[in-house]
């Protein structure tokens, strides 16, 4: 499904240019020259992100940001302004913008920005069904005792003012937890923000969670607001809080004292109200003794905890999430009354998941793919578990391959084996991925967890065009 996109922008000449890169990055464009126009449209019909100039004739951006938060906190506000007028773009951030671009600006960066906003309102609006097998996007499926002591738990904590400290190993679904105690919150229709803390440098985290001053460092060439000031009145998810560096504990820390930030480079503190969730897949009590995590931080997050169980604890839930995963890939693939044989089921239901949920969903998807529409099989299910497990038959002849190649390089016959090796498959991966989406690049890129951004510039950097590879064998 296209995302839905409103610009509204005065300038004809702009909003032509962005029209054509945005139809041919796959957005449904609408768009408004005015900001009346752009505020009738932002809360009358349903859109995915909303991009704006800042200055125009009757309503400004500015007063368009207010007026669209107060009717539709939820849809993510992008504001395009000139240097010169920065202050009023952060005034605006801290009402309710989503963020800002300083004209002029690249194409990449507009896109980059618009991918963050609309997954962030994906992850606010997507409702999360609980304990159903209903083929949505997004359930945290399971009837066991095991989670059924999860619902209550979220029922019990979902609706108090305080911190929740969310444990599971990876694949468990944190995330999804994460976000129905928000959707069953008072705060529900305010702004969610998920940051990931693994996947921001270190010399970054502290600016992308409280923002940063102009010239707080080098790069620094703007104020900039944070996830925690997005996030205002809402709530935010700390994922994999395990890992976040020991500096920007020490602020977190601060915050949940005090509830007031200072932007990195800044002097002025600043109220925020927001809920703090976090979620770990790491034995913190282990990196306390290491000095890796805070044990004081522990302490504040620590107030309400929920732990996962692994799915080899929940076994009684695998035929119900197969059967999930199923009708949920089938819609996507195109396929009509799909099932699974009594055999693969019960083969699926005795495997150890160390992978957990996020593995046997990623072994249903292949062998739904490799059974063509036909109904799934043992051997179907047989070949995507040794393909994800990595078992001995398949491990042993890739073993045997490193080990040649590690023979040739201790020969002087290879250079840079490492990130030769690395290449090489990241090359095949998306090779692979983009044929099998038939080209379609934002299927591809949502199979392999990356953005489409990301995907579009690494099939650039390998040479590999989709028109190409579709018709490769």
Request: hydrophobic share 45%; proline share 4%; charged share 25%.
């Amino acid at each position: 499904m296209k995302r839905r996109l409103l610009l509204v922008e005065d300038d004809q000449n702009i909003a032509a240019a962005l029209r054509d890169v945005l139809e041919a990055e796959g957005y449904a464009f609408t768009h408004a020259d005015r900001g009346e126009r752009g505020l009738e449209l932002a809360t009358r019909e349903r859109f995915d992100v909303v991009l704006s100039d800042l200055k125009m004739p009757g309503m400004t951006g500015l007063e368009l940001v207010q007026r669209v938060h107060e009717a539709r906190p939820q849809l993510p506000l992008i504001l395009m302004t000139a240097h010169g007028t920065a202050e009023t773009a952060i005034t605006a951030t801290k009402n309710g913008a989503y963020d800002y671009l300083l004209k002029p600006f690249e194409m990449d960066e507009l896109l980059a920005v618009l991918e963050k906003a609309i997954e962030s309102s994906r992850l606010a609006t997507q409702p999360i069904s609980i304990g159903e097998g209903e083929a949505s996007l997004d359930a945290i499926i399971g009837q066991s005792r095991a989670m059924q002591e999860i619902y209550k738990e979220i029922g019990r904590i979902a609706a108090k003012p305080v911190s929740v400290l969310i444990r599971g190993a990876t694949g468990t679904g944190k995330e999804l937890i994460a976000r129905a105690i928000y959707q069953h919150s008072d705060r529900a229709g305010r702004p969610f923000i998920a940051v990931n803390c693994t996947a921001i440098p270190e010399n970054l985290i502290e600016s992308e969670l409280f923002g940063h001053e102009k010239g707080a460092f080098t790069g620094a060439e703007s104020r900039r607001i944070g996830r925690f000031e997005q996030a205002h009145t809402g709530t935010i998810l700390l994922d994999e809080i395990g890992d976040m560096p020991l500096p920007a504990q020490v602020k977190l820390l601060r915050f949940l004292q005090e509830r007031t930030i200072e932007r990195v480079g800044g002097r002025e503190t600043i109220p925020i109200d927001v809920r703090v969730l976090a979620a770990t897949h790491r034995d913190l009590e282990t990196a306390i003794a290491t000095q890796q995590f805070r044990e004081d931080l522990f302490f504040r997050l620590n107030v309400v905890t929920i732990t996962l169980p692994a799915l080899r604890q929940r076994a009684d839930d695998i035929p119900s999430l197969v059967q999930y995963f199923l009708r949920r890939y089938a819609t996507e693939f195109g396929l009509e009354d799909v099932s699974i044989q009594p055999e693969a089921l019960r083969f699926l239901a005795e495997q150890p998941w160390p992978g957990n949920v996020r593995e046997l969903e990623n072994v249903v998807r292949k062998a739904l793919l490799s059974a063509r529409g036909f109904g799934v099989g043992l051997s179907e299910v047989r070949a995507a578990c040794a393909a994800a497990h990595l078992s001995p038959a398949v491990a042993q002849p890739f073993a045997q391959s490193i080990a040649d190649l590690l023979s040739a390089a201790s020969r002087g016959e290879l250079q840079n084996l490492h990130a030769t090796v690395l290449a090489d498959a990241e090359r095949e991966l998306l090779a692979q991925a983009i044929k099998l989406a038939d080209g379609n690049q934002a299927k591809a890129a949502r199979w392999l967890g990356i953005s489409r951004l990301t995907l579009r510039e690494k099939l650039t950097a390998y040479g590999l065009h989709p028109a190409q590879t579709k018709g490769e064998e």
